[in-house]
Each structure stands twice: as structure tokens, then as C-alpha cells.
């Protein structure tokens, strides 16, 4: 009926606002719910069933990015860090309502090729991390410390697709500085730690 139309579609245009909780302090972001459906059902879907919670930033760069969302991450020096993502199979609800299903390895459809996608890799922007193939991304993401647009899926500098689903809008000092930490192989020395992440 029209009515529950227009109560999901209103649902589907709803401002979203992720939480990030960390062991050094806590920075929130805009989700583009509207813009990228799917990829925010998925993070959504993730953040809010407790999947984040725990696992460790397991790759920052000073001026580039702060790599996170691998669940081997939970052990802050695993080696399989940066290798794992959501069960496989799984289900989850797009920001539209439509349902999906993970792929075999946990992936989720590319949202690329629209003209209102073409956002920029710009500092605070979250952007799905992926190995380039199609449906690589499923957890993890990084938040940009620099704008990194050779990172555009619209961007012909380079091979690389990362489609930004959000931006940091408060706290992002606190995200430069979880960038700028003492590392080794890019790891944190001490572990920086999501204690959670929640969309309301």
C-alpha cells in the first residue's frame, strides 16, 4: 500500500550517524544512506550486530589512511590481519529495504558507476576497502587522512575503486591522530582498539 511506500522510503532517506567508540576517545560520521544504499545496509548490519567490537585498527599511515574492520583484527598482531570480512552467505537489508545476500567470501555489490556516486576520497571520508576485483569489499574500510582521489573508482590514475559511504563529522582530529601513532608494518605498537561502532 502507498503508506508503507512512503514509510520505507522515508526510512530509506534517513540521516545516519555511526559512532565509533575507540580506547583512545570517541568520533562519529555521516552515513550517505541515501546515495549508497547497499554499502551502508551492509555497515549498518555489521556495526549494529556487535561485529566491530573489538577488533583493532590494523593499518595506519600517516597523510594517507587508518585501515579498519577485519575480524582476525580482534587479535591486534595477527598475521591474517587485512585478510578477513563477514561470514559468508550471510544476509542484510539495504538502506532501501531491498535484502542481499554475501557472496562466498563475504563481499557485497560494487555501488559504482552512478554520477551521484562519484564522491571523492577526500580527508574524513569513509571508503570501502577491496582487493579490486568485483564484490571484494564486505568489513573492512578506511577513514582518509588525506585526499586521496588516485583512490576514485572515477579517478583514472590508477586501477583502484574505493566508494565512499561516508565522512567523519565530529572527532576528526582524534582519527588523525590514531593515523600518526608509532607503527611497525603499519600496525599499530599499541593496539588501537574499537571498543564499538553503532548507527543510530
Known amino acids: 500500500d502507498t503508506q508503507s511506500k512512503q514509510r520505507r522510503s522515508k526510512t530509506a532517506t534517513m540521516p545516519a550517524t555511526a559512532v565509533f567508540t575507540t580506547n583512545m576517545g570517541t568520533f562519529e560520521a555521516e552515513l550517505y544512506t541515501e546515495i549508497m544504499p547497499i554499502t551502508c545496509g551492509n555497515f549498518i548490519d555489521l556495526a ?23 575480524p582476525h583484527a580482534k587479535d591486534a598482531n595477527s598475521r591474517r590481519s587485512g585478510t578477513g570480512g563477514p ?20 563481499g557485497i555489490p560494487d555501488e559504482i558507476g552512478k554520477e551521484e556516486q562519484k564522491l571523492t576520497n577526500a580527508v574524513g571520508t569513509l571508503s570501502m576497502a577491496n582487493t579490486g576485483q568485483p564484490q571484494s569489499g564486505g568489513s573492512q ?35 588523525e591522530r590514531i593515523s600518526k601513532v608509532r607503527t611497525r608494518n603499519d600496525n599499530p605498537l599499541e593496539p588501537v582498539k574499537m571498543i564499538s561502532v553503532r548507527v543510530n
Open 48 to 70: 549494529n550486530s556487535g561485529f566491530y567490537d573489538g577488533v583493532h585498527f590494523h593499518r595506519v599511515i600517516p597523510n594517507f589512511m587508518c585501515q579498519f574492520g577485519c
Open 141 to 175: 574500510f578506511f577513514i582518509n587522512t588525506n585526499h586521496n582521489s588516485f583512490l576514485d573508482w572515477f579517478d583514472r590514475q590508477s586501477e583502484s575503486a574505493h566508494p565512499v559511504f561516508g565522512k567523519v563529522n565530529k572527532g576528526l582530529d582524534l582519527v
Open 87 to 106: 561470514d559468508p552467505g550471510t544476509t542484510f537489508k539495504s538502506c532501501d529495504g531491498t535484502m542481499y545476500k554475501r557472496t562466498h567470501d563475504g
